[in-house]
Structures are given as C-alpha cells and as structure tokens.
C-alpha cells in the first residue's frame, strides 16, 4: 500500500522531490544547530590569545583554508560568533576569522592603538607619569569601574592607570573586576 501510494505521489510530478527536498534541508539545518556547543556567555565579548601561533581560518573548520596567522600570544581578540568548538573573532584593525576555542583564553588583555599613550599612576588626568606606552604594546587588564573611564592595567613592569578610549580591549562602562 505504500508502494502505491508513493507511485501516485510521484506522478504528480517533480513539485513532490522539490518538497521532500526542503524537509530533508530543513531537518540537516536543524540538526546541525542542535550540535552546536552553546556556552551560555555573552556575545560579543573580549578573550586573549593562549598560544603563539593562531590560524585565522575563513569558516569554522580545518576545512576551511587559512587567511591569517596571528604570532602574538595574549592579543586582544572579540568573539562576535560561536559554532560548535570554533569561534568568529575581531581583532582592533577589523580582520575577522574563525579560530579554534582551544587556541584563545578567558584572560583580558588589551592592546595600545593609535599612537603612544600615557599611563598614570592613579586614575585622574593630574596623576603622575610613570610610562609612556607605544602602539602596539600589549598588556593586561586588572580592573574597570563603570562609574568612570579609567582601567587599571599591567604593561610589562609598570602597573597603572589608562582611559578606555586609549587601547582595544574593553566595553564602554563594561565592569572588570
């Protein structure tokens, strides 16, 4: 009886395969969500590198070939999509590509732009002096208060005090503690 049944429906013509077609899509897209590894934080969201050498990869798999090779341990990156165990990320000029979750850190890092920056030894414009940092440099990010611009913050020996509009790295009014 199903044989029968499915002869009739086939010789309705190609609108039947059309339609079995996109079930069979639909049900494949579906699944393929399902698997996806869902971490429960924030998107976006700032990490660090964790190793020396990162592959930025034009989608989410070693299938895919790689754009860019990152050589800078503890670079600011923003993840801004997840799929599975691969993550979309943003590095400060914009170049976007997909690395491995295993390959970045939960660390906050942050990284001068621009052009040289001063660093405070409290978090108020009359502060002393004690570093001047060049673009480029990469540092640790101790703390932000939402209550004012200013993070503290770690470049090599030097502990201190920057605004948040003076490196890559964190949030308008984002907390860190």
């Given at each position: 009886?199903?044989?029968?049944?499915?002869?009739?429906?086939?010789?309705?013509?190609?609108?039947?395969?059309?339609?079995i077609?996109?079930?069979?899509?639909?049900?494949?897209?579906?699944?393929?969500?399902?698997?996806?590894?869902?971490?429960?934080?924030?998107l976006?969201?700032?990490?660090?590198l964790?190793?020396?050498?990162?592959?930025?990869?034009?989608?989410?798999?070693?299938?895919?070939?790689?754009?860019?090779?990152?050589?800078?341990?503890?670079?600011?990156?923003?993840?801004?999509?997840?799929?599975?165990?691969?993550?979309?990320?943003?590095?400060?000029?914009?170049?976007?590509?997909?690395?491995?979750?295993?390959?970045?850190?939960?660390?906050?890092?942050?990284?001068?732009?621009?052009?040289?920056?001063?660093?405070?030894?409290?978090?108020?414009?009359?502060?002393?002096?004690?570093?001047?940092?060049?673009?480029?440099?990469?540092?640790k990010l101790?703390?932000?208060?939402?209550?004012?611009?200013?993070?503290?913050?770690?470049?090599?020996?030097?502990?201190?005090?920057?605004?948040?509009?003076?490196?890559?790295?964190?949030?308008?009014?984002?907390?860190?503690?």
């Amino acid at each position: 009886m199903i044989i029968i049944r499915l002869k009739r429906i086939m010789q309705k013509g190609k609108s039947f395969f059309i339609v079995i077609g996109l079930i069979l899509y639909y049900l494949l897209l579906e699944s393929s969500y399902a698997r996806n590894a869902k971490t429960g934080l924030p998107l976006p969201r700032f990490v660090s590198l964790r190793a020396d050498i990162v592959n930025f990869r034009t989608g989410p798999g070693l299938r895919y070939p790689i754009e860019w090779v990152y050589q800078k341990k503890f670079m600011p990156l923003e993840i801004i999509a997840e799929f599975d165990t691969w993550r979309k990320v943003r590095d400060w000029e914009n170049t976007q590509g997909w690395v491995h979750q295993s390959t970045l850190s939960g660390k906050r890092t942050l990284i001068i732009t621009n052009s040289t920056q001063t660093v405070r030894k409290y978090g108020n414009v009359k502060s002393t002096v004690i570093a001047e940092a060049e673009p480029g440099v990469i540092g640790k990010l101790l703390s932000c208060e939402t209550s004012n611009d200013w993070c503290k913050v770690e470049l090599g020996k030097y502990q201190g005090w920057l605004r948040r509009a003076q490196f890559w790295g964190v949030y308008a009014r984002e907390f860190i503690e």
